[in-house]
């Protein structure tokens, strides 16, 4: 196992445009969560799973944005009609099982640039 | 969701100084976690911290958690330029719900 793996790593799209992005968590890990990452500071929650089930989302996650997990193993966030403040770091973290204290695994991101 | 205050924001020191890092909640944490951060990657974690009180040790970093755990610190002793990256405290049991909650960070600098 390779760890979460993010894709794409770099996406620079034109102010408007709807942009995907793919998190494949680590085998078996029932919980993924999506962050979002501003220049020097520390990782906003959006959103999370438990299987396929999304639990929570936050306030930061507008109507623009979509989060699935269709079969509780990759997930992916759909930003719409992107706007230069959605400029960021996504993050994807996964962690295994129902115990609490369990570290959360993340992946490198996807870097977002709204041009 | 409480609010995880870290402080310094910013910390630039030179090799071989040591250095304390804080975080502070509002509220009292049922654990916390420590990450560090190096630019281009994901938080990776260094320490979980659980009971009042309790002190962990990574080689040259000290992890206390306070005795009332509403804070915890980071101490590293001698810092090195590998130590450069954001530190970053998380409770990973916010709001009824198993997920980790991230601090404001702390940037630190080890200038060689």
């Known amino acids: 196992d390779t760890g979460v793996s993010q894709n794409p790593r770099h996406k620079i799209t034109k102010r408007g445009q709807n942009v995907t992005f793919r998190c494949d968590p680590i085998?078996?890990?029932?919980?993924l969560y999506w962050y979002r990452q501003t220049l020097g500071q520390g990782p906003e929650f959006l959103t999370y799973?438990?299987?396929?089930?999304?639990?929570?989302k936050s306030r930061l996650l507008s109507d623009r944005f979509s989060a699935e997990r269709p079969k509780g193993s990759f997930s992916t966030l759909e930003i719409q009609r992107t706007e230069q403040g959605d400029s960021a770091m996504y993050l994807c973290?996964?962690?295994?099982?129902?115990?609490?204290?369990?570290?959360?695994?993340f992946g490198q991101g996807t870097r977002l640039t709204v041009v | 969701t409480q609010l995880l205050e870290q402080s310094p924001q910013f910390l630039s020191i030179q090799e071989g100084e040591n250095l304390t890092v804080y975080c502070n909640s509002s509220?009292?944490?049922?654990?916390l976690q420590w990450y560090r951060q190096e630019p281009g990657e994901g938080p990776v974690l260094l320490v979980t911290?659980?009971?009042?009180?309790e002190v962990k040790k990574l080689k040259r970093l000290t992890f206390q958690f306070g005795d009332a755990r509403k804070d915890s610190s980071l101490h590293i002793t001698a810092a090195q330029p590998g130590d450069t990256g954001l530190y970053l405290c998380a409770e990973d049991y916010s709001g009824g719900y198993q997920k980790v909650t991230f601090g404001t960070g702390t940037k630190l600098q080890v200038i060689p």
């Open positions: 911290v659980v009971t009042g009180g």
């Open positions: 509220s009292v944490f049922s654990s």
């Open positions: 085998s078996e890990h029932n919980r």
């Open positions: 973290a996964s962690s295994p099982g129902q115990t609490r204290n369990t570290e959360a695994f």
């Open positions: 799973f438990q299987n396929e089930a999304q639990l929570e």
